[in-house]
């Protein structure tokens, strides 16, 4: 795949609030300085993570200008420009783009499910708006669509700037098949924590994760392993992760990421209703399992 | 059950656009007194039929009012309030109150997947946001949680105003659990159309149906059957409509009934992208099951 | 339908054992005697609820021509034939026609998938082997194979024989295709206990129910009710016999069956292992249940 | 894990049918000599692939005891012993032990859905029949039943001979739990075909497939290079050999690998109806990927 691909480690932000439930974007900055101090090879606000379906758009247009800012151009910097509307995705996207954004991450997501030539639409809309390249982002668990391995293929041939995509699904079928049919030229993240090791022995560019917010270091480690072809070291460290990776998807990443990050001493707030924090005994259960990973 | 109980057959609104795209009010109360005329029981507007995840707030907030005036008590009305956020239901709960709304219904949509405490919260706080009842939606196909007949029962036990369930995933299991553990006493209303004969057969208070759009007169011929104990003359009905049911069902309802609106004369625009209008082929097939219809 | 079509309510027979696992041909008898008597309008031996699948070739045989035998000619009989090869269908099939079936029922169950062609071909090769109709027997949840709508009237077509459908997935959608696609002239049976009242409703010809072995006033009521259009007796009826189709549904037909016969004072014996006999708190339950139904 | 565990490639035999539909035993050395010629690690008679549920009693004796005699403790050899009664597991077991076999692989099959507690004790008593250590066998997609990795972790636990695991869902999360909750200490192995690269990368000790029949050299190298820590040897090992590994899965095993072997200049005959042979198109697909693997 082409050298210039974003690879490696991409860290998932969350979007921190204050005691009033509005933004805290010095707090941001900290979750930011945190993972470019540990090393991660990019960033990304706003996804899943950051609770972008949840911001009114003046709040998503803060943190997306706010984000790029502060990363400054230290590491790429991929903004979610996801939205209910193709109108909606345009207008985040074009923002993100002014911003300064290296590239955007469109998940199509819809109350009423949607054909394909409906969501190959709703690319080519978007593509056409911009001229930064695009991460396709497939996530049927979060957005109630399922886009095939033959659709994804489909909008990367007739969007010009598609040029990456994250699977999200944990089906390492999928990646197989991406792998297969592009000769290995189309480079593709995995988005599943608990795939991590599986997603890099069968050539993912990337992985995407939440969990660079804290345990960076461990997930680097799990990179460079795989990257370098030592199966045995890769394996140990990503069993030595899974515990908390595991825990992370079950729980909910904001949920988990934002207490663990207080765990940690940053404290970010509590994700929006009806997303509760995590209880106490998640808490023990998330500290106990930090504890090992340290 | 209640004799005050809202019943029969609940005609659920679109929401139509200009050429533009912006609000068309003028068009909303065409179809409103369409189903009035018709004989409707009662009318739901900002439902998932009406797009009301696809609107802004000053829009959701503009039909929600011209609807409750337009209908102006001839029948109850039913506002449709969900949200994302707990605090974005509230809000919109009180303003359809405000505006004059019989009962509102909330369907717990979320990005990220809620704990069943998280979704009993959800409805406590609207619940006691407002005084009038809450019709309970239970519809994973399009919110992607599915609420079992525990939790329906535990939310119904614990929030006063929680007086109905509208279950639309189809399972005419669920309606039998409903009947038998509340002893016929809890109002449940069906939202999957193909089911609308075994729901009635089952005891359900009501329909909730886009198609008393198009076909209000049929719609209501079946009810009448049921709720009078003619079985073989509800079959017959419920047969002569099935082919339309499944066709709304599978085309997804805001493009289809929009479609049927406009062969019927009444042009309320197209649904908002990425849904796109019904294409030729849907037309052509509509207007032939329309046909066999009158 | 044809007048001559099996209708109503067909009893399921389980098959007893003695103490050493043998068969116990005398207890065999006394279930066939109690059918009748209560009135059931058809009796089926050796289908799922017969523990057919589980029978060496030489028991198969034997509860196979006893039952005939011992019915004989008071009601229709429907003898089940499946199995895993082609082969044994088909000598089973003709074994069932020689000692005096009515009919045969044929359920594709498969180790490893079938492609529809199989599937057609089964049939085919069965039907020609016989001179009496057969049922195709559609339930994926004990065969692993679910044939679509499609398949279903594609064998039809092309089976003159197959003159019945057994439908046991539940969907009553199935069912509403079934009707609308043959005008209603295809009979079809329902074999999902908790979706008789709805089944009739959508015009089964016949319920084929093991609760006949416990029940059968109660099912014969319901039929009655349906029958002659009387919806709220038969809503009535089956609310008050629901409860025993999902307790025998979740604890499976042979294993609650047999406990229920033991309760009634017909002692028949235990499931073949790995099955085990209905544990002491699932009797205490289900006892509790038959009393209410008496 | 234990250094006498069997580990490596696993390659499974069809049964071979002549043209009247008999055994073929002759031919069945002959697939047998082509494994070990080629190095495979061990050997397994009568699985899924070797249609031992087609089969009669006295067939599946004489493969099962042909099948040792012919190997002749030159690999181990793991003989599939399931049947649908608990009584035909022992015997089977216990012949299969006296012909010689090194262990014998159980899967769980029924047509009633079988309890947590009717599955222990299944393997209790096959366990306690037999000296040899008992391989479970997990595989929803023939058996209708999808054990747990809890229930399999309990199984392991209660009967001492089940030593060994072969994973079949193709679900990488459940070899991962089987590892982290034993320390990596219980031997698991793989029987899902393409995902024979992820799961020698999770620690996998061995990979059971019939694509050893066809295509042995390639499946032990991709066995050496994960064994030694070569992790893109290893990947693009695995990326040649997927596109046979994808269409056999698909295919059907018995139907696939019986055309390959004939493909290959070894006649085996036919599947047993209703499967039927691989069709024209299918086997000049299967020509064609075998050709680039040569």
Redesign the interface.
């Known amino acids: 795949m082409p050298d210039h691909a974003i690879h490696g480690i991409i860290g998932y932000t969350i979007t921190p609030f204050d005691d009033e ?1 509005g933004l805290d974007l010095n707090a941001l900055d900290l979750t930011i300085e945190r993972m470019i101090d540990a090393g991660v090879h990019a960033i990304a606000p706003l996804g ?1 993570t950051g ?1 972008g ?2 911001l009114s758009e003046e709040e998503w247009t803060a943190v997306a200008e706010r984000s790029v800012k502060t990363i400054n151009g230290r590491v790429p910097v991929i903004v979610s420009v996801s939205d ?4 909606g995705v345009v207008r985040r996207a074009r923002a993100a783009e002014s911003f300064g954004a290296t590239a955007v991450m469109v998940l ?8 394909e ?3 190959v ?2 690319y080519q ?1 978007v593509g056409k708006a911009i001229g930064v390249p695009v991460m396709l982002y497939n996530n049927h ?2 957005s ?1 669509i399922d886009m095939s391995v033959d659709l994804i293929l489909r909008i990367v041939d007739s969007v010009d700037n598609v040029t990456m995509v994250k699977e999200s699904t ?1 089906d ?2 999928r990646m ?1 098949q991406l ?2 049919r592009t000769d ?1 030229q189309l480079p593709f993240y995995n988005g599943c924590n ?2 991590a ?2 997603a890099f ?3 993912a560019a990337g992985w995407c994760t939440a969990a660079a917010n804290l345990i960076a270091a461990d997930n680097i480690e799990l990179y460079e392993a ?1 990257r370098t ?4 070291d ?2 140990a460290s990503f ?1 030595r992760q ?2 908390l990776l595991d825990f992370i998807l079950k729980g ?4 988990t990421i934002k207490a663990g990050l207080d765990i940690a001493g940053v404290p970010v707030g509590a ?6 924090p995590l209880d106490e005994a998640g808490r023990a259960r998330l500290s106990a399992i930090l504890e090992t990973l340290n």
Do not use: C, M, N
């Open positions: 439930g899943s609770e379906a949840y209910l509307t193709t109108a199509p997501t819809s109350y009423w499910k949607l054909q030539d409906e969501i639409a709703h809309a668990a979060v109630g944990g390492i079928q197989h792998y297969l290995g608990p795939l090791l599986e022995a069968a050539g795989a072809g030592r199966l045995k890769a394996r069993f899974l515990p909910g990443l904001p949920k994700p929006r209703l009806p997303v509760k």
